[in-house]
């Protein structure tokens, strides 16, 4: 097997916003799909699908309704200078996220800094110093 991760799925409550959200909020490249019912982006050596998240928790066999809260799980966008992660955050604000923790010096030597999405996803945007991870 191949490590790799080539599909993240993120089960939302509101396609259509979500949808706006990450393709005309964050510019992310949308993948047309003719099934419909789904939103992929295509990104470099991954996707990022939405799927209504009473369907997904039906594909995976999980009751319904879910509930909803946090997860334990953040996504993570490495950008290139602390310039960048700043710049993101506002981007992902302006696009209708919620800023949930400013961008700041770290304490394993970088800069990064936390958005919830309009589904409630959580996001850590961040610069590695010590790892290209662009």
């Given at each position: ?17 979500a949808t706006r959200f990450y393709g005309e ?13 789904i939103s992929f982006f295509s990104l470099e ?90």
């Amino acid at each position: 097997m191949k490590p790799k991760i080539s599909i993240v799925t993120l089960g939302v409550d509101d396609l259509d916003r979500a949808t706006r959200f990450y393709g005309e909020g964050l510019g992310l490249p949308r993948h047309e799909f003719e099934g419909g019912g789904i939103s992929f982006f295509s990104l470099e050596g991954t996707w990022l699908a939405l799927y209504p998240r009473e369907e997904l928790a039906k594909d995976i066999g999980l009751p319904v309704p879910v509930e909803v809260g946090f997860s334990g799980i953040t996504l993570a966008h490495n950008v290139a200078s602390k310039s960048d992660v700043d710049a993101v955050l506002q981007q992902a604000i302006a696009a209708g996220a919620t800023l949930i923790k400013p961008a700041q010096e770290v304490f394993w030597g970088g800069y990064s800094g936390y958005f919830q999405d309009t589904e409630g996803h959580y996001w850590e945007v961040a610069y590695n110093p010590y790892q290209d991870l662009t």
